[in-house]
């Protein structure tokens, strides 16, 4: 059993940066994060796994990078120019199979918050 530690997350103005944090208890292919509004789904945001490959969504390329350190077993978001949009709960996830879809994820931390508000 592999535990998810996120941290980072609060509260910031639009424009403004964050970097969040996602620390697993061992070893894991897939680390991601997840954005969640509300009672939506949770949208994949970025992965990065354990043999260097990084992902970002198109959407968010040029905003948000994904770094991991695979010696300490975890995954920065550094997340810049934020917009309003960007609020909600952000998980990390961790998996196996090498695919990044939410239902593929073995493991979630519990959330972190960020608030994008003026």
């Known amino acids: 059993q592999v535990q998810l530690v996120e941290s980072g997350g609060g509260l910031v103005q639009p424009g403004g940066s964050l970097r969040l944090s996602c620390a697993a208890s061992g070893s894991i292919y897939v680390m991601a994060w997840y954005h969640q509004r509300g009672g939506n789904q949770r949208d994949l945001v970025a992965a990065?796994?354990?043999?260097?490959?990084?992902n970002v969504v198109d959407s968010l390329h040029g905003r948000f990078t994904i770094t991991r350190d695979n010696a300490k077993n975890t995954v920065y978001l550094q997340m810049n120019s934020l917009k309003p949009e960007d609020t909600g709960v952000y998980y990390c996830?961790?998996?196996?199979?090498?695919?990044?879809?939410?239902?593929?994820?073995?493991?979630w931390g519990k959330g972190t918050l960020v608030t994008v508000s003026s």
């Open positions: 990065a796994t354990s043999g260097g490959t990084t």
């Open positions: 996830g961790g998996g196996y199979s090498g695919s990044y879809s939410p239902e593929a994820m073995n493991y």
